[in-house]
T-cell receptor
Framework: KNEVEQSPQNLTAQEGEFITINCSYSVGISALHWLQQHPGGGIVSLFMLSSGKKKHGRLIATINIQEKHSSLHITASHPRDSAVYICAVRSRGNKLVFGAGTILRVKS | GAGVSQSPSNKVTEKGKDVELRCDPI?????LYWYRQRLGQGLEFLIY????????KSGLPSDRFSAERTGESVSTLTIQRTQQEDSAVYLC??????????FGQGTRLTVV
């Protein structure tokens, strides 16, 4: 079993839909990151969080430390949100461990 | 610089040749990470540096792979006797300790 599991692996949504991507992890962490990778490979950090909830524009990230679970939500999705979304956890040794990613496609 | 810089951006090499990939992290970032991403696959951890030391080399696929970092700055990833399965995008990221990680654009390595 991977240390970081994401679901779903693939997600297709219609423009305007509310989207949720889930991440579960099995190791002790100091922080969790949500990353976005667009076609062409560039990776952008969306959030880093260690507790509670963060919001940036239409993106919301939550984490439950006790349940070792985080969710990334996208409200009012748009085709430009189409990308791979990656969950990564920072272990106690400062190593980043990645999930396999969720491929999101938003259709207009 | 303003971000993490990697060079070259693209590299095509013949099987059996050695290649050296370079990463210039954001100034002041103590942690530096190397990952690779094969076509259609997820990110694969290779090695990470805290300062100039590499506390975790567990991801290096074989002894053909090595990395070093000097001056708590630039890092080089060297692949000796390249094989076709080494073809991938090699990504570097840097961060301050326990802080947000910033990624370079990657080096696309093609072994022919």
């Amino acid at each position: 079993k991977n240390e970081v599991e994401q679901s779903p692996q693939n997600l297709t949504a219609q423009e305007g839909e509310f989207i949720t991507i889930n991440c579960s992890y099995s190791v002790g962490i100091s922080a969790l990151h949500w990353l976005q990778q667009h076609p062409g490979g560039g990776i952008v950090s969306l959030f880093m969080l260690s507790s509670g909830k963060k919001k940036h524009g239409r993106l919301i990230a939550t984490i439950n430390i006790q349940e070792k679970h985080s969710s990334l939500h996208i409200t009012a999705s748009h085709p430009r949100d189409s990308a791979v979304y990656i969950c990564a956890v920072r272990s106690r040794g400062n190593k980043l461990v990645f999930g396999a990613g969720t491929i999101l496609r938003v259709k207009s | 610089g303003a971000g993490v810089s990697q060079s070259p951006s693209n590299k095509v090499t013949e099987k059996g040749k050695d290649v050296e990939l370079r990463c210039d992290p954001i100034s002041g970032h103590t942690a530096l990470y190397w990952y690779r991403q094969r076509l259609g696959q997820g990110l694969e951890f290779l090695i990470y540096f805290q300062g100039n030391s590499a506390p975790d080399k567990s991801g290096l696929p074989s002894d053909r792979f090595s990395a070093e970092r000097t001056g708590e700055s630039v890092s080089t990833l060297t692949i000796q006797r390249t094989q076709q399965e080494d073809s991938a995008v090699y990504l570097c990221a840097s961060s301050q300790t326990f802080a947000e990680a910033f990624f370079g654009q990657g080096t696309r390595l093609t072994v022919v």
